[in-house]
């Protein structure tokens, strides 16, 4: 894989799922600014830090998210829609 691509690429919902919840331009911005952007930006995506941490990452988390893990794990069990 090219190492410009981040290591979740072909896992992440947020780039592969159709019926992930972004606008088209949202998306490419985010690919762009994140996913393609190289290891140093990459590992700053809470998309990135919260998989590796929880080991899964909610729809809910982009990668600009301002959360910590616990915010998002605590988040994620009380919206019961989420689970």
């Known amino acids: 894989m090219d190492d410009n691509i981040c290591v979740n690429y072909e896992s992440c919902r947020l780039v592969q799922a159709a019926d992930f919840n972004l606008k088209a331009e949202q998306r490419s911005e985010y690919l762009r600014n994140y996913c393609r ?22 729809d809910f988390v982009l990668p600009d998210t301002d959360a910590t893990p616990d915010e998002i794990i605590a988040r994620f069990d009380a919206d019961e829609t989420l689970s």
């Not at 952007?37 to 909610?58: E, H, I, M």
């Open 37 to 58: 952007a190289g290891k140093d930006v990459w590992l700053t995506c809470t998309r990135y830090f919260t998989k590796s941490q929880l080991n899964f990452c909610p």
